[in-house]
């Protein structure tokens, strides 16, 4: 019961102690206004730095989560690609790329990949229907399962179908941006418009593709899907890469490890010789982004702990100031009976209270900066890259730890001096 | 008034302050013995130099003695921490001094309730308190004023209220009349009488003759020594056969 007694008691002391010293601190820094703000400018350009860094990656990242979910987390992208050492170092892109004939069987001997599907960029065409026509329109033939693999839904008409490419017909989806410019009615099924200079008949309407983040540069164009093979016809020299899907995410690492396995017996690569291709699933890529991530935060980081360092020099500095400034309020304080402690807490308390008042303006001035990047892109290349942009707790708690603890570091000095002050030398202080 | 101005409050033994400035040490207070009592108006007379200061901050526990044995209501200040001497400073003293010390950003208010800040009791009804003190010394229409905004006799009254507010045994004012102009100054020291007159135990220091004729006790000291400790009518009687003297001598 005693004990009890004592320690609220101890309690109610040390929370009086404290409003008061927070009280009078920010009394102490509303009196000098114009220097508080100098002097936490140092604090608040290195916290307004973290947090508008930090933001910005937690919208990216949760910019491409999302994408990657509306992409499937199972997609696996196989890809040729030069070695960066062995004997094909230098070797042409013409005895690299993939051949049609190097996946046949791949589902055979990759029993975690549920399916695949080929696709060629077959290029930038001008597609026209009747007088009117549009440049540059990019084309590429797709295998049938590649519409399952990216999840591109067909709105009107039907998907291309395993006939399609077998019979190498002429047909394509287009995109309702394609279907606007080349005034073709909604419905614009059965109709033909000319690629180049072959005919196509249009079978359905694809969803205009979802603005993207990665290797979405290219929005203003318009997009034609044909058949595999008919896209392989119409080029000389056709660049193939495959699309294909993991049976789960679980198996994913066991997916990219078979389809390597496979192409590397396919493409006939030695023991030891490095990899023709690269074989990447979305997860990889989330992961890499992830370290990017940790390192960039890291940088970061540094960056703001050296803004932090010089701030903090500030703050000791205009404390000390403050310290000679009020000797004789001390020397009085001191006479009318604050003990040390109470001296050392008020200013210890000051510099803490106007290390995180630094710290809260930063969180601010953070924010507007990161709303400001987010418009200024907007209005730039009318892309929303950080419209999900958002400050997570946990920076904002560390923000003010940061801050807190530089004011404890920086203000120690300072307030021991106080502390130490005579009363009777204080008080006779010029 | 009871009658028990008989109990001691003050009693100091042999009391040395010795400073070092270099290989040289100054006697300030060179042994003084010195007894006073409740609701005693004492004056502190001597020329700069004289110690007197220096006897101020000692019973005024800003400082501590070299060598003897100072007690202060019933406790020995002697030995005790940095840490109950600032309580013993809050609880049973109050300090006036020449330039008020009035913190300029603060209400006179505010100013007063300083002291409770630091007090055990002092959050309980602090605001009360501090009314009542400037009511004691006549300056309840001026609470909500600043110090630029108070004349050099109002701001000495809100120190001498501030002063008061933690109900001190004594009350220690240092040439509280030093920065007023003469009328403001018997103003002030009106109000010291009145102050003695409702209990209160004061201590002054002065170099005025005027001024130390206020206290009922006039102590002068010289080099670090108390030379006479006497009741004011005595001391003006050997004052005076101490200048018949000199005339004498000079005739």
Redesign the interface.
Known sequence: MRILRFLIRTLVIFVRLLYQSVYLALGQIWANKTRSMLTTLGIIIGVASVTAVIAALSGLKAKILTQVESLGTNTIFISARRPDRGPLQHASWWSIRFQGEHFEGLLEHCPSVSRFGRQTWVGRYTVSHRDKSTEGVTVRGIEPACHQIDSRPVTIGRPLSVIDEMQVRQVCLIDPKLRNDLRLDRDCIGQTVLIGHDTFYIVGVVEARPKNVFGGGDQERSEIFIPFKAGLKMQRYPHIWVLAESKSAEVSDDALAEIRFFLRRTRHIKPGEPDTFEVQSLQNELQTFNEITVIVTLVAGGIVGISLLVGGVGIMNIMLVSVSERTREIGLRKAVGAKNSAILTQFMIESIVLCCLGGLVGIIFGHLLITAIDNIVKAAFDVTVLDMAYIPAWAIALSFAFAGSVGIFFGMFPAIKAARLDPIEALRHE | MAKQADKTIIKLKEVRRIYKVGVERIHALDGIDLQLHENEYVAVMGHSGSGKSTLM?VL?C??RATSGYYELDGYDTTKMS??AL??I???RIG?V?QSF?L?G?MTAQKNVE??L???RDG?ISRKNRAKKALERVGLSDRVKHRPNQLSGGEKQRVAIA?ALV?NPSILLADEPTGNLDSKTSEDILKLFDQLHSEGQTIIMVTHENDVAHHAARIISMQDGLIQSDLQTKEFDRSRRTTDKKSKEDRS
Do not use: K, T
Request: hydrophobic residues 40%; contains cysteine.
């Open positions: 901050n005024g800003l400082d940095d840490a600032a309580r400073r809050n609880e300090f001094f010390e913190l950003q300083m002291p800040i630091y007090s959050w501030r933690c």
